[in-house]
């Protein structure tokens, strides 16, 4: 293999984005990479909202740059809103600094950690001694933490070889700017702690991931490796709960329970993982003893609404309700959040979602009356 062959595969295999994976689990990064990648839809939306982010941004400076609007092919309303509140963001944090140095989708560089290790920044900041690293995330699937993000302190030691020379940096700041959920989350490290981690944790981990060497390790980094499936030490892992050894007498302790709620969903999800999996091999040809593929439930709908409405008026009868409003979603899209907020903040509501039971981590606040709206 030719060096740079070499180092891009290393650059893939050890990207920033799956840091918390490999960094949990070193050999995964070597596994993942002889699995093929799938391309998503929700990755090409996003690509899409960093750029019109990244213009926004590059505007607000005062550097030239061009409108990619029209070549966006996920572009609607809540990405134009989105990518506005965070070039808000920017410019109101901007206006609280001393005479700020920004850099916007800069390659930042921490191979003295990570072998050819780079990725690029969003938005990085300098201001007196404390260096800024901001990450734009268009994604709503799931609350994104900064707290002791390792892709985000993989981001800010890249960015500290471009300015430690520069500035006397004694903190960093780390900003998750998550619109499409209203998540913004923020993380100040002091500068001798990020070192020390890089130092004792990144750098030895990286090295193992490599190489394709350490323990194999489960856990909730699992979701996003691509080996989930068919992993051997995530099954042991899960199966420790169908393992679990009752206790007489007959019915189980209020400790029992707490343990089999502590894991219940990491194993549901490996269970849908493995379903998935299979389904995908058999529908590509794989025949598993005592399975077959059949169609599952669907619902009817009408293949030509218009011909439906027509032979209904003919029979005499109106196949129309009522005009119905537009759903939130929708309603949203066409008026754009900002001006949907205005005109109908206030006429809108969240009910409160049916009563679940998370673990403690969770940050919703506790709900007050289960018992009651459960039994509802
Ligand atoms: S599934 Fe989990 S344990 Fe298995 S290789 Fe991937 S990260 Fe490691």
Known sequence: MELNDHASRLHAVLSASSSA?????????????????????????GTCAHELAEYKVQKLLGNPASNPTENLDF????????????AQYIAELLATLQEPMVLVEQRLDFSRYVPSGFGTGDCVIVADDVLTVIDFKYGKGVAVSADHNSQMMLYALGALELFDALYD???VRMVIFQPRIQNLSECTLPLSELLHWAETELKPKAALAARGEGAFSAGEHCRFCKGKATCRKRAEYNLQLAKYDFAMPDKLTDTEIETILATADQLTAWVADVKEYALRQALSGKQWHGYKV????????????????????????????????????????????TQFEALLGSLTEKPQGKPTLVPYSDKRPAWSNAQEDFNE
């Open 21 to 45: 994976r490999w960094l949990a689990c070193p050999p995964s990064a070597q596994l993942c990479a002889v699995l093929p990648d799938t391309v998503t839809d929700y990755a090409l939306e």
């Open 75 to 86: 572009y609607d309303a809540e990405m134009e809103d989105c990518t506005d509140s965070y």
């Open 169 to 171: 940096i004694a903190e």
């Open 294 to 337: 059949v169609a599952g439930k669907s619902n009817r709908k009408y293949t030509n609404p218009a011909a439906v409405a027509a032979a209904v008026q003919a029979y005499g009868k109106n196949p129309y309700k009522e005009p119905e409003l537009l759903g939130v979603t929708a309603m949203e899209q066409l008026l754009g959040r």
